[in-house]
Protein backbone atom coordinates (compact mmCIF):
# COMPACT_ATOMS: atom_id res chain seq x y z
CA UNK A 1 0.00 0.00 0.00
CA UNK A 2 1.50 3.33 -0.93
CA UNK A 3 2.66 5.96 2.08
CA UNK A 4 2.07 9.68 1.79
CA UNK A 5 5.59 10.97 3.35
CA UNK A 6 5.23 14.72 2.22
CA UNK A 7 5.10 17.30 4.38
CA UNK A 8 1.44 18.53 3.47
CA UNK A 9 -0.89 15.18 4.19
CA UNK A 10 -4.78 15.25 3.59
CA UNK A 11 -7.38 12.86 3.10
CA UNK A 12 -9.83 12.91 0.42
CA UNK A 13 -10.49 11.63 -3.17
CA UNK A 14 -8.19 13.41 -5.80
CA UNK A 15 -8.82 12.22 -9.66
CA UNK A 16 -8.50 8.17 -9.85
CA UNK A 17 -7.07 8.35 -6.05
CA UNK A 18 -8.18 8.11 -2.92
CA UNK A 19 -6.37 9.34 0.30
CA UNK A 20 -6.95 8.33 3.58
CA UNK A 21 -5.93 7.67 7.18
CA UNK A 22 -4.95 4.34 8.93
CA UNK A 23 -4.70 3.90 12.58
CA UNK A 24 -1.78 1.79 12.16
CA UNK A 25 -0.37 2.74 9.14
CA UNK A 26 -0.87 6.21 8.91
CA UNK A 27 -1.03 7.95 5.68
CA UNK A 28 -2.11 6.05 2.97
CA UNK A 29 -3.32 6.44 -0.88
CA UNK A 30 -5.07 3.89 -3.12
CA UNK A 31 -6.71 3.47 -6.60
CA UNK A 32 -10.42 3.75 -7.42
CA UNK A 33 -11.78 0.58 -8.51
CA UNK A 34 -13.40 0.42 -11.92
CA UNK A 35 -16.04 -2.28 -10.64
CA UNK A 36 -19.18 -0.82 -8.94
CA UNK A 37 -21.64 -2.22 -6.74
CA UNK A 38 -24.39 -2.47 -9.45
CA UNK A 39 -21.90 -4.77 -11.61
CA UNK A 40 -21.29 -6.76 -8.69
CA UNK A 41 -24.99 -7.40 -8.24
CA UNK A 42 -25.81 -7.93 -11.96
CA UNK A 43 -22.51 -9.32 -14.09
CA UNK A 44 -22.45 -13.17 -13.85
CA UNK A 45 -18.56 -12.91 -13.86
CA UNK A 46 -19.24 -11.41 -10.02
CA UNK A 47 -21.11 -14.05 -9.23
CA UNK A 48 -19.51 -15.79 -6.50
CA UNK A 49 -18.03 -11.98 -5.49
CA UNK A 50 -21.73 -11.25 -5.27
CA UNK A 51 -22.39 -14.51 -2.89
CA UNK A 52 -19.16 -14.20 -0.26
CA UNK A 53 -20.62 -10.40 0.55
CA UNK A 54 -24.18 -11.92 0.76
CA UNK A 55 -22.27 -13.86 4.04
CA UNK A 56 -20.36 -11.33 4.72
CA UNK A 57 -23.32 -9.26 5.66
CA UNK A 58 -24.80 -12.23 7.38
CA UNK A 59 -22.19 -12.24 9.95
CA UNK A 60 -21.52 -8.61 10.13
CA UNK A 61 -25.44 -7.96 11.22
CA UNK A 62 -24.65 -10.57 13.51
CA UNK A 63 -21.85 -8.57 15.39
CA UNK A 64 -23.62 -5.89 14.97
CA UNK A 65 -26.43 -7.65 17.50
CA UNK A 66 -23.94 -9.47 19.67
CA UNK A 67 -21.89 -6.54 20.05
CA UNK A 68 -25.53 -4.58 20.44
CA UNK A 69 -26.48 -7.06 23.76
CA UNK A 70 -22.86 -6.74 25.20
CA UNK A 71 -22.34 -3.47 24.80
CA UNK A 72 -23.02 -2.30 28.65
CA UNK A 73 -19.97 -4.49 29.39
CA UNK A 74 -17.32 -4.12 27.60
CA UNK A 75 -17.77 -0.51 26.54
CA UNK A 76 -14.81 0.29 28.82
CA UNK A 77 -12.45 -2.56 28.41
CA UNK A 78 -12.45 -3.71 24.90
CA UNK A 79 -9.52 -3.27 22.65
CA UNK A 80 -9.19 -1.59 19.30
CA UNK A 81 -9.62 -4.58 17.25
CA UNK A 82 -12.15 -6.47 19.07
CA UNK A 83 -15.24 -5.53 16.50
CA UNK A 84 -12.49 -7.14 13.76
CA UNK A 85 -11.90 -9.91 15.44
CA UNK A 86 -14.79 -11.04 16.23
CA UNK A 87 -15.87 -10.56 12.59
CA UNK A 88 -13.48 -12.90 11.90
CA UNK A 89 -14.90 -15.42 14.37
CA UNK A 90 -18.68 -15.22 12.93
CA UNK A 91 -17.43 -16.02 9.55
CA UNK A 92 -15.61 -18.93 10.63
CA UNK A 93 -18.96 -20.20 12.24
CA UNK A 94 -20.51 -19.27 8.93
CA UNK A 95 -17.87 -21.50 6.89
CA UNK A 96 -18.49 -24.35 9.36
CA UNK A 97 -22.26 -24.89 7.84
CA UNK A 98 -22.01 -27.51 5.92
CA UNK A 99 -26.23 -28.38 4.64
CA UNK A 100 -26.50 -25.26 2.16
CA UNK A 101 -24.66 -23.79 -0.70
CA UNK A 102 -22.31 -20.84 -1.29
CA UNK A 103 -24.24 -17.68 -0.33
CA UNK A 104 -26.87 -19.57 1.22
CA UNK A 105 -24.65 -20.75 4.70
CA UNK A 106 -26.33 -19.46 7.81
CA UNK A 107 -24.99 -19.08 11.23
CA UNK A 108 -26.44 -22.43 13.28
CA UNK A 109 -26.43 -22.72 17.27
CA UNK A 110 -24.21 -26.27 16.98
CA UNK A 111 -21.11 -23.71 15.03
CA UNK A 112 -21.59 -20.90 16.94
CA UNK A 113 -20.51 -23.11 20.04
CA UNK A 114 -16.91 -22.23 18.72
CA UNK A 115 -17.46 -18.28 20.10
CA UNK A 116 -16.88 -20.06 23.25
CA UNK A 117 -13.50 -18.48 24.36
CA UNK A 118 -14.10 -15.19 22.74
CA UNK A 119 -12.19 -12.60 24.64
CA UNK A 120 -13.28 -8.98 24.35
CA UNK A 121 -10.40 -7.68 25.63
CA UNK A 122 -6.75 -9.36 23.55
CA UNK A 123 -4.72 -7.88 26.17
CA UNK A 124 -5.75 -9.09 29.27
CA UNK A 125 -7.23 -12.77 28.89
CA UNK A 126 -9.62 -13.93 31.20
CA UNK A 127 -7.69 -16.83 32.09
CA UNK A 128 -4.41 -14.88 33.26
CA UNK A 129 -6.77 -13.18 35.78
CA UNK A 130 -8.18 -16.06 37.04
CA UNK A 131 -6.34 -17.96 38.83
CA UNK A 132 -9.11 -21.10 39.99
CA UNK A 133 -11.71 -22.95 37.58
CA UNK A 134 -14.93 -21.29 36.33
CA UNK A 135 -17.78 -23.65 35.48
CA UNK A 136 -21.17 -22.16 33.76
CA UNK A 137 -24.62 -24.23 33.01
CA UNK A 138 -28.06 -23.62 32.39
CA UNK A 139 -31.13 -25.20 33.91
CA UNK A 140 -34.25 -25.34 31.69
CA UNK A 141 -36.27 -26.53 34.53
CA UNK A 142 -35.64 -22.88 36.65
CA UNK A 143 -34.71 -21.00 33.83
CA UNK A 144 -32.22 -19.94 35.09
CA UNK A 145 -27.93 -19.56 34.57
CA UNK A 146 -25.34 -20.14 37.31
CA UNK A 147 -21.55 -19.14 37.23
CA UNK A 148 -19.31 -20.42 39.57
CA UNK A 149 -15.63 -19.11 40.53
CA UNK A 150 -13.72 -21.94 42.43
CA UNK A 151 -10.54 -20.88 44.27
CA UNK A 152 -7.23 -22.46 43.62
CA UNK A 153 -5.52 -25.07 45.87
CA UNK A 154 -3.71 -22.02 47.74
CA UNK A 155 -7.49 -20.03 48.52
CA UNK A 156 -6.80 -17.46 45.74
CA UNK A 157 -9.67 -16.50 43.15
CA UNK A 158 -7.47 -13.64 40.86
CA UNK A 159 -4.53 -12.64 39.98
CA UNK A 160 -4.61 -9.11 40.47
CA UNK A 161 -2.67 -5.69 39.52
CA UNK A 162 -0.21 -4.02 42.37
CA UNK A 163 -2.77 -1.08 42.63
CA UNK A 164 -5.75 -3.11 43.00
CA UNK A 165 -7.18 -3.91 46.50
CA UNK A 166 -10.61 -5.45 45.74
CA UNK A 167 -12.38 -7.50 43.03
CA UNK A 168 -15.51 -7.92 41.48
CA UNK A 169 -16.92 -10.54 39.51
CA UNK A 170 -19.35 -9.50 36.51
CA UNK A 171 -21.93 -12.11 35.07
CA UNK A 172 -23.64 -11.65 31.34
CA UNK A 173 -26.50 -13.36 29.90
CA UNK A 174 -27.63 -12.20 26.42
CA UNK A 175 -30.75 -13.90 24.14
CA UNK A 176 -30.43 -12.74 20.83
CA UNK A 177 -32.53 -14.34 17.80
CA UNK A 178 -30.66 -13.12 14.29
CA UNK A 179 -33.93 -13.58 12.67
CA UNK A 180 -36.27 -11.02 14.39
CA UNK A 181 -33.41 -9.34 15.62
CA UNK A 182 -34.36 -8.95 18.88
CA UNK A 183 -31.85 -9.38 21.69
CA UNK A 184 -32.35 -9.33 25.76
CA UNK A 185 -29.39 -8.87 28.37
CA UNK A 186 -29.26 -9.60 32.11
CA UNK A 187 -26.37 -9.08 34.33
CA UNK A 188 -25.18 -9.62 37.64
CA UNK A 189 -22.59 -8.81 39.91
CA UNK A 190 -21.05 -10.09 42.45
CA UNK A 191 -20.15 -8.14 45.85
CA UNK A 192 -16.54 -6.75 46.11
CA UNK A 193 -14.25 -9.16 47.44
CA UNK A 194 -10.44 -8.15 48.58
CA UNK A 195 -7.73 -9.16 46.71
CA UNK A 196 -5.93 -10.55 49.99
CA UNK A 197 -9.06 -12.84 50.59
CA UNK A 198 -7.83 -16.65 50.79
CA UNK A 199 -11.05 -18.96 50.72
CA UNK A 200 -11.96 -22.12 49.96
CA UNK A 201 -15.64 -21.47 49.10
CA UNK A 202 -16.77 -20.67 45.61
CA UNK A 203 -18.29 -17.65 44.37
CA UNK A 204 -21.90 -18.52 42.40
CA UNK A 205 -23.76 -15.76 40.40
CA UNK A 206 -27.15 -16.61 39.03
CA UNK A 207 -29.70 -14.54 36.58
CA UNK A 208 -32.85 -15.65 34.85
CA UNK A 209 -32.91 -17.12 31.46
CA UNK A 210 -34.04 -14.14 28.87
CA UNK A 211 -37.06 -14.85 27.79
CA UNK A 212 -36.53 -14.60 23.82
CA UNK A 213 -37.71 -17.18 21.71
CA UNK A 214 -35.51 -18.97 19.60
CA UNK A 215 -32.43 -17.66 18.41
CA UNK A 216 -28.80 -18.05 20.42
CA UNK A 217 -27.91 -17.97 24.50
CA UNK A 218 -24.70 -16.65 25.09
CA UNK A 219 -23.23 -16.27 28.53
CA UNK A 220 -20.33 -13.74 29.62
CA UNK A 221 -17.82 -14.02 32.77
CA UNK A 222 -15.90 -10.51 33.70
CA UNK A 223 -13.72 -9.07 36.07
CA UNK A 224 -13.18 -6.06 37.49
CA UNK A 225 -10.77 -4.25 39.94
CA UNK A 226 -10.85 -1.84 42.48
CA UNK A 227 -8.69 0.36 44.54
CA UNK A 228 -9.94 1.47 48.53
CA UNK A 229 -9.33 4.84 49.23
CA UNK A 230 -11.21 6.98 52.37
CA UNK A 231 -14.06 4.55 52.65
CA UNK A 232 -14.37 4.12 48.77
CA UNK A 233 -13.62 1.50 46.18
CA UNK A 234 -12.74 3.46 43.22
CA UNK A 235 -12.58 1.63 39.91
CA UNK A 236 -9.12 0.99 37.90
CA UNK A 237 -10.48 2.40 34.34
CA UNK A 238 -7.59 0.78 32.69
CA UNK A 239 -7.99 -1.58 29.62
CA UNK A 240 -4.89 -3.47 30.37
CA UNK A 241 -6.19 -4.86 34.00
CA UNK A 242 -9.72 -5.48 33.50
CA UNK A 243 -11.27 -8.90 31.57
CA UNK A 244 -14.04 -10.28 29.88
CA UNK A 245 -14.70 -13.36 27.82
CA UNK A 246 -17.69 -15.89 26.60
CA UNK A 247 -17.83 -18.81 28.53
CA UNK A 248 -20.60 -20.43 27.31
CA UNK A 249 -23.01 -20.93 24.35
CA UNK A 250 -26.33 -22.48 24.19
CA UNK A 251 -29.89 -22.61 22.55
CA UNK A 252 -32.29 -20.01 23.74
CA UNK A 253 -35.58 -20.71 24.87
CA UNK A 254 -37.87 -23.54 22.77
CA UNK A 255 -40.47 -22.24 21.17
CA UNK A 256 -43.99 -24.24 22.49
CA UNK A 257 -45.26 -26.78 19.85
CA UNK A 258 -48.20 -25.81 17.52
CA UNK A 259 -51.23 -27.94 17.60
CA UNK A 260 -52.63 -27.89 14.10
CA UNK A 261 -56.25 -28.90 13.24
CA UNK A 262 -56.75 -31.97 11.29
CA UNK A 263 -59.93 -31.54 9.18
CA UNK A 264 -61.51 -35.14 8.37
CA UNK A 265 -61.77 -36.02 4.87
CA UNK A 266 -65.51 -35.67 4.72
CA UNK A 267 -65.63 -32.31 6.24
CA UNK A 268 -62.55 -30.22 4.20
CA UNK A 269 -64.66 -28.09 1.95
CA UNK A 270 -68.29 -27.77 1.34
CA UNK A 271 -69.44 -29.08 -1.82
CA UNK A 272 -70.51 -26.95 -4.61
CA UNK A 273 -73.94 -27.59 -5.12
CA UNK A 274 -73.94 -27.63 -1.05
CA UNK A 275 -72.93 -23.90 -1.39
CA UNK A 276 -75.09 -23.12 -4.08
CA UNK A 277 -78.21 -24.11 -2.60
CA UNK A 278 -77.34 -22.57 0.55
CA UNK A 279 -77.00 -19.15 -1.18
CA UNK A 280 -79.92 -19.35 -3.11
CA UNK A 281 -82.27 -19.71 -0.40
CA UNK A 282 -80.90 -16.32 1.12
CA UNK A 283 -82.70 -14.73 -2.01
CA UNK A 284 -86.28 -13.37 -1.86
CA UNK A 285 -87.54 -13.90 -5.94
CA UNK A 286 -90.76 -13.70 -6.98
CA UNK A 287 -90.17 -16.86 -9.14
CA UNK A 288 -90.86 -19.97 -6.63
CA UNK A 289 -88.39 -22.57 -8.35
CA UNK A 290 -85.83 -20.04 -9.54
CA UNK A 291 -83.21 -18.41 -7.53
CA UNK A 292 -80.69 -15.28 -8.80
CA UNK A 293 -77.24 -14.80 -7.09
CA UNK A 294 -75.64 -11.52 -7.86
CA UNK A 295 -71.70 -10.49 -7.93
CA UNK A 296 -69.17 -9.28 -9.62
CA UNK A 297 -65.86 -9.75 -11.52
CA UNK A 298 -62.81 -8.90 -11.50
CA UNK A 299 -63.49 -6.12 -13.63
CA UNK A 300 -65.83 -4.66 -11.08
CA UNK A 301 -69.33 -5.18 -13.11
CA UNK A 302 -72.25 -6.92 -11.59
CA UNK A 303 -73.18 -10.14 -13.02
CA UNK A 304 -76.42 -12.35 -13.43
CA UNK A 305 -76.53 -16.23 -12.58
CA UNK A 306 -80.14 -17.96 -13.14
CA UNK A 307 -80.36 -21.24 -11.48
CA UNK A 308 -83.82 -23.18 -11.34
CA UNK A 309 -83.76 -25.22 -7.89
CA UNK A 310 -85.96 -27.47 -6.58
CA UNK A 311 -86.34 -26.25 -3.17
CA UNK A 312 -88.59 -29.33 -1.83
CA UNK A 313 -85.73 -31.84 -3.37
CA UNK A 314 -83.12 -29.20 -2.00
CA UNK A 315 -81.23 -29.76 -5.75
CA UNK A 316 -80.07 -27.74 -8.50
CA UNK A 317 -82.40 -29.10 -10.98
CA UNK A 318 -80.76 -26.83 -14.46
CA UNK A 319 -78.63 -24.09 -14.95
CA UNK A 320 -80.02 -21.43 -17.29
CA UNK A 321 -77.26 -19.22 -18.54
CA UNK A 322 -74.89 -16.05 -17.42
CA UNK A 323 -75.04 -12.88 -18.17
CA UNK A 324 -73.65 -9.60 -17.61
CA UNK A 325 -76.49 -6.55 -16.59
CA UNK A 326 -75.87 -3.39 -15.95
CA UNK A 327 -77.32 -2.22 -12.98
CA UNK A 328 -77.75 -3.79 -9.72
CA UNK A 329 -79.47 -6.63 -11.92
Known sequence: M???TGILKFTGKLGNRVYYYHRYFGYLVRKITSVDAHRIRTDPAFARVHKH???FGVCAHAVKL????????????????MTSRLTSAMLAVLHADNQHLLGRRVLTVENMSSLKGFEFNNNTRLHSVLMGTHTAAIDRKTKTCTVSLQACPTGQFVK????????QLTMGIAAINHRSGQYVLHTQTGPPQAVSTRSHNSITLINPLPPVEGGTVLMTLGVEFFQYVNGILCPLR???????????????VRRPARHYRVHAPNRSRRPMSRRLRHNARKVVSDQPTAAFLHHYDIRGKPQHSAFEVDFGRGQIAKHFHRREVDGTG
Open 66 to 81: LRAAFHPLFATLADSR
Open 2 to 4: AKQ
Open 238 to 252: DRQQQALAIVLVATG
Open 53 to 55: NVE
Open 160 to 167: APKAATHF
